[in-house]
């Protein structure tokens, strides 16, 4: 309990200073919205209403206040480009990234586990060197880039997908894949290395001489304990996720916070920039809580709050 209560203040503290940077830095870097909102031609009466209707005539601080005020009673302000609150805009976006981030994560753990443990088995065989080829290719080459090569061959030339959009779980394929491509290499690496340490320790021999079945004393005992190094790098996946749907989302057109943060950030939308940032952190915190959780869970050796 001392732990999981340390680690949600750790999560508050966290949050709230992200929020906090934000605000601020938005505030002195982003520029003016009503020059975005109006045009070249807008008399300076124009834009003096725009301000006031935005709330950005009055000091940070008083808006920092109004800001802090909103979030208090639950809500994150209304966005400037679309004029409606920005929870109703974020939380469908985000429902959206969060498919496309689980279904890649579920992606690249399955390929993770299935060529990590066979290359460890092998470490010289056809699939530890395809694998090898697959990891780095996927750690070197841009995601755009990936998208971009997916879209061409799956779509334009063999029509066999979708090339953006979300009408239906064909959409997700690519830009789930995308996403896959950059988490995996570490997810492999790490599983594969795991692996190994455990296929040397005793119990695995005893485990053999005992007459148990192989895939019991691979799939039961070895995997289940190489899995625990695998969750740090899955919680840690969690940011590159978010960072990499911004991306893969732009590049399929994608409906999440991706795409909704570069409209914010295009229309200099401070509530709607500010609410993705919020979430996003939070889904990010809350994620690392569970990993942390979870230890315990597939491995009763560790012992929370360093406990033995």
């Known amino acids: 309990m001392r732990f999981f209560l340390s680690r949600v203040a750790q999560a508050l503290v966290i949050v709230s200073g992200i929020t906090v940077s934000v605000f601020f830095m938005l505030r002195f870097t982003a520029g003016d919205p009503a020059r975005i909102r109006g045009n070249l031609f807008s008399t300076n009466e124009v834009l003096d209403e725009y301000r006031r209707q935005f709330g950005t005539d009055r000091t940070v601080f008083q808006q920092f206040a109004t800001f802090l005020n909103g979030v208090i009673h639950g809500s994150l302000g209304n966005s400037f480009r679309y004029q409606e609150p920005v929870t109703g805009l974020v939380l469908p976006a985000l429902r959206h990234t969060m498919l496309l981030g689980m279904t890649a994560l579920l992606i690249s753990l399955s390929l993770a586990i299935l ?15 395809a694998s090898g080829v697959l990891a780095i290719f996927g750690q070197s080459a841009p995601l755009f880039w990936i998208g971009l090569l997916l879209i061409s061959l799956f779509s334009v030339n063999l ?14 394929i690519l830009p789930a894949v995308t996403l896959a491509m950059n988490i995996l290499p570490s997810e492999m690496r790490v599983l594969s290395a795991s692996v190994k340490a455990e296929l040397d320790e005793d119990y695995v021999r005893t485990a053999h001489a005992f007459g148990l079945a192989r895939w019991r004393v691979y799939f039961v005992h070895v995997l289940r ?37 570069l409209v914010g950030l295009n229309a200099r939308d401070y509530p709607l920039l500010q609410g993705v940032t919020i979430v996003a952190a939070c889904t990010f915190v809350l994620v690392n809580l569970l990993v942390d959780l979870l230890y315990t869970v597939i491995n009763p050796r560790v012992r929370l709050g360093g406990a033995t």
């Open 159 to 172: 029509g066999w997908l979708p090339s953006g959009g979300f009408t239906s779980w064909k959409n997700l």
């Open 115 to 129: 060529l990590g443990t066979i290359s460890a088995r092998n470490p010289r065989g056809l699939v530890a060197r």
């Open 225 to 261: 304990n190489a899995c625990l190094p695998l969750l740090t790098v899955v919680g840690n996946d969690m940011g590159m996720l978010l960072g990499g749907a911004i991306v893969a989302e732009v590049v399929f057109n994608f409906p999440g916070i991706g795409t909704l943060a």
